[in-house]
């Protein structure tokens, strides 16, 4: 095939958004620094350059390295479920104190500010330690860019992967920039306590799904 072909990269772009456009926990921690204001492009660059390099793996095969390890994803989900256990019960803390859900300091008026590298690193964990990013951009999105070479030949895997790189991207720029928007609508305590809330309850459904898969992942690896 040519090296480029704008039906493969435009399906690659909405694979992507179909997968990473509902509110999950790596989406909900972006939209709360972009309501927050702070560090936002620090975010956005973390969580777009970990899709980049997921889909990359899983186009470049590591998506069937699973095949060969049976315990790689039960033990990456058991991880994940220990983080965004953690992350919901801060979270429902927040909710339940609202000074600590507004993070506002008293003195000034102001949010209180958090270290960039405390943020990249919440960012990065959010994206590393989340298996839903992992089985998503690498398995799936690898196998589907798989398909892509097998149906049209070489060049094509790498296309449909450059159009998912580019929704991603595209799609946490948008929702900080959106985000910022709103946050004239944050001034409100109750406001940061109603969405630390949600926050809350998906996180901790989130760990319980992926608890009773991790669950199910042991049982089934061969004895």
């Known amino acids: 095939m040519d090296t480029w072909n704008a039906p493969t990269f435009l399906l690659g772009m909405a694979t992507s958004w179909g997968l990473i456009v509902a509110i999950g926990a790596q989406n909900a ?3 709360r620094q972009g309501l927050r204001r702070e560090w936002v492009g620090s975010v956005v ?4 350059l970990t899709d ?3 889909i990359a793996l899983g186009v470049a095969g590591l998506s069937w390295v699973s095949g060969g390890l049976p315990w790689l994803v039960p033990a990456l989900t058991a991880v994940g479920v220990v983080f965004l256990a953690s992350h919901g019960i801060a979270a429902a803390r927040r909710a339940w104190r609202p000074v600590d859900a507004t993070a506002i300091d008293a003195s000034t008026g102001s949010a209180i500010p958090v270290s960039r590298r405390r943020i990249v690193l919440q960012a990065a964990a959010f994206s590393w330690l989340n298996p839903h990013a ?3 951009t690498t398995v799936l999105i690898g196998s589907l860019a798989h398909a892509q070479l097998q149906a049209q030949g070489p060049g094509a895997n790498w296309v449909f ?14 929702l900080a920039w959106a985000a910022g928007k709103l946050a004239p609508w944050f001034q409100r305590p109750q ?9 809350a309850l998906m996180l901790l459904g989130l760990a319980a799904g992926l608890a009773h898969m991790a669950w199910q992942g ?3 690896i061969p004895a």
């Open 29 to 31: 921690f972006v939209l």
């Open 161 to 174: 992967a450059g159009g998912a790189m580019s929704a991603s991207a595209l799609w946490f720029t948008t």
């Open 52 to 54: 980049i390099v997921l």
């Open 218 to 220: 042991w049982q089934a």
């Open 45 to 48: 660059l973390v969580c777009a």
């Open 191 to 199: 406001a940061w306590r109603a969405l630390d809330a949600g926050i």
């Open 134 to 136: 992992w089985l998503d």
